[in-house]
């Protein structure tokens, strides 16, 4: 079956340090990946999407890289802050449209000042 | 603003009873969704609906229903029939194309 895995341990890294989190599928062929920041009783927030022939996309401080060789995406966050912390969720999709996604459980990361 | 409002926040259900949480969009997004988000476990699709008047059953729809009579509202119901209705739910639209999901910001239902 279909199977997203994201690391369930939390990542704690000290404030201006890289976070890496991984995201990691099978038995899929995604067209496309998501990530997306949620705080704790809040709704996901979308923040990047990458194409499957795309290797890296960049947004500010964000960096997302999508290897589908691999079947892996890795998300980074640079100079990281403690206003950072979340939980950082990734999403494939097979098709445009929004109907065909599946969603990770998320990886914690706690930002220490 | 425009964006997606969910209410109530918090609800409470006894055993037997139905529920409605309710989910509003002022973005204009024809598509609309239903999520269940449990701890551990990514988000499950419940219903989604891409066109006023017609809706779609997601992997996990026993247990709810839905209505799509205007484009701006998808409500969900929670009915007696699903056994662990526990959880924090999620509304959600797309605009269509190569895009993300807009959510709201989420109900929490227990019960009691």
């Known amino acids: 079956s279909q199977k997203i895995e994201q690391n369930s341990e939390a990542l704690n890294i000290q404030e201006g340090k890289t976070a890496t989190l991984t995201c990691n599928y099978t038995n899929y062929s995604p067209a496309y990946l998501q990530w997306y920041r949620q705080d704790p009783g809040r709704g996901p927030v979308f923040l990047l999407l990458i194409r499957e022939n795309e290797k890296e996309k960049r947004k500010e401080r964000l960096k997302v890289t999508f290897d589908t060789t691999l079947k892996q995406s890795l998300f980074h966050i640079t100079a990281s802050q403690p206003a950072d912390s979340a939980t950082y969720l990734c999403a494939l999709d097979r098709g445009t449209g929004g109907f065909k996604t599946i969603f990770g459980a998320g990886t914690r990361l706690f930002v220490k000042a | 603003d425009g964006g997606i409002t969910q209410s109530p926040k918090y609800l409470f259900r006894k055993e037997g009873q139905n529920v409605t949480l309710s989910c509003e969009q002022n973005l204009n997004h024809d598509a609309m969704y239903w999520y269940r988000q449990d701890p551990g476990q990514g988000l499950r699709l419940i219903y989604y609906?891409?066109?006023?008047?017609?809706?779609q059953k997601g992997d996990i729809a026993e247990g709810y229903s839905v209505s799509r009579e205007k484009k701006e509202s998808f409500p969900l119901t929670v009915t007696s029939a699903q056994k662990n209705p526990t959880a924090f739910y999620l509304c959600a639209t797309h605009r269509g194309g190569l895009s993300g999901y807009t959510f709201g910001s989420g109900t929490r239902l227990t019960v009691v």
């Open positions: 609906s891409q066109i006023v008047n017609d809706f």
